[in-house]
C-alpha cells in the first residue's frame, strides 16, 4: 500500500517561493506518474502539475507555467513542487498524488493514492 505524505507548505507573502515535497513509502512509487493537485475552499480540487516516472514528460495548469517547476528524485522517492513568484490566488491545499492505471493526467479520477495535503497560504 502506497502512503504519500507532503511538506512544504506555510504562510508566505506575494512573491515568495515555496518547495513542496511529496515523500512516498510502499508500493512502486518509481514506476509511476505524480501529479500535484491543489484545493481551495469552496472550490473543486484542481490539477496543478504532473511528472511522469522518468520526470521527461511533464505538464502545468496554464495560471502556474513559468512559476512552478516540478521534478522528482527516484533514488528519494520524491516527487518536489518548486513554487516561486507566489500569489495570493495559490493559496490552497496542496496535494500529491499517484496515477497507477489510466485516465486523464488532468483528473483526480485518475490517482489511486493520495496524501493528506499541505496547507499554502499567500497573503500580504
Known amino acids: 500500500q502506497v502512503q504519500l505524505v507532503e511538506s512544504g507548505g506555510g504562510s508566505v507573502h506575494p512573491g515568495a517561493s515555496l518547495r513542496l515535497s511529496c515523500a512516498a513509502s510502499g508500493g512502486t512509487f518509481n514506476n509511476y506518474a505524480v501529479g500535484w493537485f491543489r484545493q481551495a475552499p469552496g472550490k473543486e480540487r484542481e490539477f496543478v502539475a504532473s511528472i511522469n516516472w522518468t520526470g521527461v514528460n511533464i505538464y502545468y495548469t496554464d495560471s502556474v507555467k513559468g512559476r512552478f517547476t516540478i521534478s522528482r528524485d527516484n533514488a528519494k522517492n520524491t516527487v518536489y513542487l518548486q513554487m516561486n513568484s507566489l500569489k495570493p490566488e495559490d493559496t490552497a491545499v496542496y496535494y500529491c498524488?499517484?496515477?497507477?492505471?489510466?485516465?486523464?493526467?488532468?483528473?483526480?479520477?485518475?490517482?489511486?493514492?493520495w496524501g493528506q495535503g499541505t496547507q499554502v497560504t499567500v497573503s500580504s
Open positions: 498524488a499517484e496515477k497507477v492505471y489510466g485516465g486523464s493526467r488532468y483528473s483526480t479520477m485518475a490517482y489511486d493514492y
